[in-house]
């Protein structure tokens, strides 16, 4: 048995098209904002299940979930539009654009969780609420009320949730390397 550990998440992909104008966003609010590190646009992602550090012998059960789950799941699309932050605007570390189709997240959230959960991989499954992690504060809580309280949301387009994907995740000092380790589409919406 390897004691090898890798740090895993499972998350769904962004087209070149959606990172290219979220970008776009982050250079616009970055020019009214200090105290952020942004994300890389080639990182961004929607993170489904944060599993953490997992044996490598736990990969084989967790790929089975993964690809159990696309072959039990419909493609959805999914709105990108609106800011919002982690814990709260007031205090924010994470500031994030949202997307629709909730609904349909959380059902993917959930057959991935009890999917895991009945291979026998442990993790901790936090709250769910899908978004794509524009900024993170670099050191205290930043008030970023003026931004999500915006009556104008920014939209940046369609994001198609046609697959999932299995990272590893290895922290550098210019930020994380995500290196996809197994890919499960997800059905076809009827014609």
């Known amino acids: 048995m390897s004691t090898r550990t890798c740090r895993l998440f499972i998350a769904v992909p962004t087209a070149d098209s959606l990172k290219k104008r979220l970008g776009e966003l982050q250079c616009r609010l970055a020019t009214g904002i200090s105290g952020l590190r942004w994300t890389r646009p080639e990182s961004f992602h929607v993170t489904l299940c944060f599993l953490g550090d997992q044996t490598e012998d736990s990969l ?3 790929a089975s979930a993964v690809l159990s789950v696309g072959r039990s799941s419909q493609a959805f699309s999914s709105t990108c539009r609106g800011l919002g932050a ?4 007031r205090r924010a570390r994470v500031l994030w654009a949202g997307l629709s189709a909730g609904d349909q997240w959380a ?3 959930h057959r ?3 999917g895991l959960r009945d291979c026998g991989i442990r993790f901790r499954a936090n709250s769910f609420h899908p978004h794509l992690t524009l900024g993170r504060a670099r050191k205290c809580p930043l008030d970023l009320r003026r931004l999500t309280d915006d009556s104008e949301p920014a939209d940046c387009g369609e994001l198609e949730v046609d697959r999932i994907i299995l ?4 922290l550098q000092p210019g930020g994380a390397i995500h290196t996809p380790r197994v890919m499960a589409r997800l059905q076809p919406r009827p014609a």
């Open 60 to 62: 084989e059960k967790i």
């Open 86 to 89: 982690f814990p709260s605007s």
């Open 107 to 109: 059902a993917l959230h």
């Open 112 to 114: 991935l969780v009890d």
């Open 167 to 170: 990272y590893e995740s290895r």
